[in-house]
């Protein structure tokens, strides 16, 4: 999948399948995982871009490049979900929004929009509650495969945020 922008985040992100919701979402792998990301977040995809790595800010952020005029943070995905420590060299940036706040997520494929079957995509088990629920929503399957819906609204803690405006604002 080349360069594009995502079109249809309309309010029919979501349709009902035998009476069950079934949400539209961008599938993106990274390492050996496939993460779902809620359509209404996705904004475009781009192929990676020069990044400018900032000091005081997690791992798992590359830095900021300029997509559209603008600086925008980029996370490396693998990092953030925890796959192998490793940043890696990322084919795909898909950029998402955020409220006001826009975010370029680092991933090795994008497969395209799927409505996810919610009988197959549901909470956190127990046992995984506090491991990685703060971007995981949730776990299921997917043409076979493991699957994790990303919370796109967690992906960067607001102290990142800060960081990255005090970044943007250093001479």
Request: charged share 20%.
């Given at each position: 999948m080349g360069e594009s922008e995502i079109t249809?985040?309309?309010?029919?992100?979501?349709?009902?399948v035998d009476g069950v919701v079934a949400p539209l979402a961008?599938?993106?792998?990274v390492g050996i995982r496939r993460c779902a990301i809620p359509v209404r977040f996705a904004a475009?995809?781009?192929?990676?871009l020069p990044v400018q790595?900032?000091?005081?800010v997690p791992g798992y952020v590359r830095g900021l490049s300029v997509i559209r005029g603008s600086p925008v943070p980029v996370v490396d995905l693998n990092l953030l979900i925890g796959d192998d420590g490793n940043e890696h060299a990322a084919e795909r940036l898909a950029?998402?929004?955020v409220g006001e706040r826009?975010?370029?997520?680092?991933?090795?494929?994008?497969?395209?929009?799927?409505r996810l079957d919610a009988h197959l995509?549901?909470?956190?088990?127990?046992?995984?509650?506090?491991?990685?629920?703060?971007?995981?929503?949730?776990?299921?399957?997917?043409?076979?495969?493991?699957?994790?819906?990303?919370?796109?609204?967690?992906?960067?803690?607001?102290?990142?945020?800060?960081?990255?405006?005090?970044g943007r604002e250093a001479p």
């Open positions: 249809d985040r309309s309010a029919d992100d979501a349709a009902v961008l599938i993106v792998v475009e995809i781009l192929r990676p790595p900032l000091g005081g950029v998402i929004d826009r975010v370029a997520l680092a991933v090795d494929a994008v497969l395209g929009l799927q995509v549901g909470r956190l088990p127990p046992l995984l509650h506090g491991v990685g629920s703060d971007v995981v929503e949730a776990i299921g399957v997917a043409d076979a495969r493991l699957l994790m819906v990303l919370r796109a609204a967690c992906l960067v803690p607001d102290e990142v945020w800060s960081a990255l405006t005090a």
